[in-house]
């Protein structure tokens, strides 16, 4: 499986952006599908989860509300919608694969990876 992720940038506060993974490969295996951010200093934390349906997702506290992670299977792509923009969004954010199912968060159950994209909000 390989994780190509795109759409980083800079946004304002309050903006919007939105990160696009495209999945190729044995996609059959990415079960679960996740982002993760990491600020420069600081852990790499999940942010978003779903499972392959889409009826189950995971958002962390500090995007809930702002954030909305999507995926289509037929285009083998998920979506990060990343509205009301805060400066501390700011990170380069992962997409992961996890040939696992269910609402997970943890970095080691993920088997693949993309290359990351950043991603600056400005104040």
């Known amino acids: 499986v390989q994780l190509q992720a795109s759409g980083g940038g800079i946004g304002q506060t309050g903006g919007s952006l939105r990160l696009f993974c495209a999945v190729s490969?044995?996609?059959?295996?990415?079960?679960?599908m996740a982002w993760f951010r990491q600020a420069p200093g600081k852990e790499r934390d999940c942010v978003a989860v779903?499972?392959?349906?889409?009826?189950?997702?995971y958002y962390s506290d500090s995007v809930k509300g702002r954030f909305t992670i999507s995926r289509d299977n037929v285009k083998n792509t998920v979506y990060l919608q990343m509205n009301s923009l805060k400066p501390e969004d700011t990170a380069v954010y992962y997409c992961a694969a996890s040939r696992l199912g269910g609402r997970l968060t943890a970095e080691k159950l993920y088997d693949y990876w993309g290359q990351g994209t950043q991603v600056t909000v400005s104040s």
């Open positions: 779903i499972t392959r349906s889409g009826t189950i997702t």
């Open positions: 490969g044995r996609t059959e295996s990415a079960v679960a």
